[in-house]
């Protein structure tokens, strides 16, 4: 859990720390293109960044889904990949607002042939899951959430790496 410290005349109050905004996949790759601030070397770097980690985020899943060949019920296992494709989603999303605002800018850049069918697999995907019904998740703590159709995703967690 995060803390934010408040000082008060009487001492140090620690509090928790309000919980973060969460932000649909639109909403971050705007937030991102905005903190580079129009910079196309940011923008740029930014897009390496994602289009990285994307590959290894693919990668990390081609493991798992190895070990689920042996082990294809274990609940770990089985919710990594689902994390790491609703990861992938997003920042594929983020990686195509990167391209879309730099050639705006002029520059002459394209997603890489692997991260654009990557990208499509997975709307293709997103698409189909979203006419079937969601399936419910459980997390460490207990909570239930739904896994599937996409809707009220969050920020970029980073996915689950092996």
Sequence with gaps: MQFATRREEAGSLI?????????????????????????????????????????????????????????????????????????LRRQGHLAASLVRELQARGSNVDLEDDIEKIIIELNEEALASAAAPSSQTTTEEGNSHSVGNGQGETADSGGLYL
């Design 15 to 87: 509090l928790p720390a309000p919980p973060k905004t969460r932000l649909s996949a639109t909403e971050n790759a705007r937030k991102e293109v905005l903190e580079c601030g129009g910079n196309a070397q940011l923008l740029e770097a930014r897009l390496c960044q994602v289009t990285s980690s994307m590959r290894a985020l693919l990668r990390s899943n081609s493991e798992l889904e190895e070990a689920l060949q042996t082990d294809p019920n274990d609940p770990d296992f089985l919710e990594a990949v689902a994390e790491n494709r609703l990861t």
